[in-house]
């Protein structure tokens, strides 16, 4: 008999053991029922901590995948802020470029019309190096000195000159190297046809 039943007999009936004997088929009967509840108990009871479980499972998957998730968006957000940056930053360069680039066309422009105004100067105008060589010379200088400019390239004024003192010449060569400083004068040069010709000179160095 199942040990419920038997408490409640003894509970309401207590020792009656007649009384017991002639119940005995119904009390079968409702001990079967006791224990059969029992075991459907067990079986719920097993089912709900199967299913709490799998719940959990289910719960703990579902929150790994919403945190790679929140990961993925992260890694999105960075990728789109640093593409935002370098889209930003790559209009800045083209703006610079843009600007540089008028400023180079005006510099261009401004130097053309420098190297006319040289070029179609009355002024006999040499540009050198800083060992003398002649780097450029202009029109003037050629009618001057009766030498073509592809005579005077890679040539230093002494092409034409050599006709003062040696020390007018260091005095000069002081001036502009060593003390760096503009230098003007008058002098005596020769011609390419070997006639003399009085000028004046100014030397203005350039530096870096």
């Not at 709900?48 to 799998?54: C, G, I, M, R, V």
């Not at 190297?177 to 002098?187: C, D, M, Q, V």
């Amino acid at each position: 008999m199942h040990k419920r039943l038997e408490r409640q007999l003894k509970q309401y009936l207590g020792d009656d053991k007649k009384t017991l004997k002639s119940l005995e088929p119904f009390l079968a009967a409702v001990s079967e029922s006791y224990r059969n509840f029992d075991d459907d108990k067990v079986l719920i009871d097993r089912s709900l901590d199967l299913s709490s479980k799998e719940l959990n499972d289910l719960a703990s998957q579902l929150r790994a995948e919403a945190e790679r998730e929140q990961l993925k968006v992260r890694e999105l957000a960075n990728k789109n802020e640093l593409l935002e940056k370098t889209k930003l930053a790559m209009a800045n360069i083209l703006e610079d470029v843009t600007e540089s680039e008028k400023e180079l066309q005006k510099k261009t422009e401004d130097l053309l019309k420098f190297q006319q105004a040289v070029e179609t100067g009355f002024d006999h105008i040499v540009i050198a190096d800083t060992n003398g060589k002649i780097l450029y010379a202009n029109h003037a200088a050629e009618l001057l000195t009766g030498y073509t400019k592809a005579e005077m390239i890679g040539k230093t004024p002494a092409l034409w000159g050599k006709q003062m003192p040696k020390e007018f010449y260091d005095a000069m060569w002081r001036t502009i190297k060593i003390e760096k400083n503009s230098y003007a004068g008058e002098l005596t040069n020769k011609r390419k046809d070997g006639t003399n010709y009085l000028t004046t000179l100014r030397i203005s160095p350039i530096f870096d």
